[in-house]
């Protein structure tokens, strides 16, 4: 299809003046938010929303008043209304008269759909699940990896790494992001992995030359796929060194945050060693035989 014909019929700005960046927050994003909140809410939602979050009273009139009252709002509560409107809406479609759950059956997709647009459109860093719950949009691959690397830790052997590489996750996802957290607790699902399999007291770089280098050079047949998963093991130890940076030592003020972009990036190759670290530990486990490298 001509470059034309996609373009038709779409806004000047979603056409010529998209962000090639995400932004974290958009004034735009909220008075758009704060707009169909009024719209889809109705009934009572006001007082729900302030009981429900903690927020101070404030008599709220027509839809410009919303836009402007989420303006003033922390971030974490402008995301939140979203969750909890959806919440709201989800409980009155099995409570209350005919109107009242007939509103809410409408209302409730109507309202999914208009925040995801609303995240789409003005190039926010988030998205909303089905079931109401906002979280960080990094990209699609981040999220096949994430998906791929969680299902691929079931069982108890893995569960205190599975336990703290989702503890990774929501902290990435939190408003705002804490990315020294997520980068700690992959971390720590890499530790809880090599330690286990190697039977270490830590995760260090000078162990996974020692310990995991000749293990999984050893298990491969070919020189390719031993020289490749050597320089693997070089660059996990350059990983390791990166997340030592972010983790508290004692006696010391804690590290500031990272930039966001930065944390992403270590976090997505933390998971992707992860996923590697139960590979090998399988394979070590199942006293594997070169052609399985």
């Not at 007082?47 to 922390?74: A, D, P, T």
């Not at 190697?198 to 030359?209: A, S, Y």
Request: aromatic share 8%; hydrophobic share 35%.
């Amino acid at each position: 299809m001509p470059e034309e014909e996609i373009r038709k019929g779409q806004r000047f700005s979603q056409v010529y003046l998209r962000r090639e960046e995400q932004l974290e927050d958009s004034q735009r994003m909220r008075r758009r938010l704060g707009a169909s909140v009024y719209e889809h809410g109705r009934g009572g939602f006001g007082e729900y929303l302030r009981r429900k979050l903690g927020l101070k009273y404030e008599s709220l009139g027509g839809q410009s008043s919303w836009m402007e009252y989420f303006v003033s709002l922390e971030l974490r509560d402008v995301l939140d209304s979203v969750t909890v409107l959806l919440e709201y809406l989800s409980d009155r479609k099995t409570n209350g008269d005919y109107h009242v759950r007939h509103h809410a059956q409408l209302h409730r997709p109507a309202f999914l759909r208009e925040v995801r647009q609303i995240f789409l459109e003005e190039g926010v860093r988030y998205s909303v699940d089905d079931l109401g719950g906002v979280h960080l949009r990094v990209d699609e691959q981040f999220e096949v990896t994430r998906a791929a690397t969680v299902q691929g830790m079931g069982g108890p052997r893995y569960g205190n790494a599975l336990a703290s590489l989702e503890s990774g996750y929501r902290a990435l996802d939190a408003v705002p992001a804490d990315g020294r957290s997520a980068i700690r607790d992959v971390f720590d699902a890499a530790e809880n992995l090599f330690k286990m399999t190697f039977e270490e007291q830590q995760l260090k770089g000078d162990f996974i030359k020692q310990k995991l280098k000749p293990r999984v050079v050893r298990l491969c047949l070919n020189q390719e796929a031993r020289t490749a998963n050597g320089l693997m093991c070089e660059s996990f130890v350059k990983w390791v060194d990166a997340a030592h940076v972010y983790r508290h030592k004692n006696g010391s003020p804690d590290p500031h945050q990272p930039p966001l972009d930065l944390a992403i990036l270590m976090v997505s190759q933390g998971t992707a060693f992860v996923r590697w670290l139960v590979t090998i530990d399988r394979a070590i486990n199942a006293v594997a035989t070169p052609e399985e490298c």
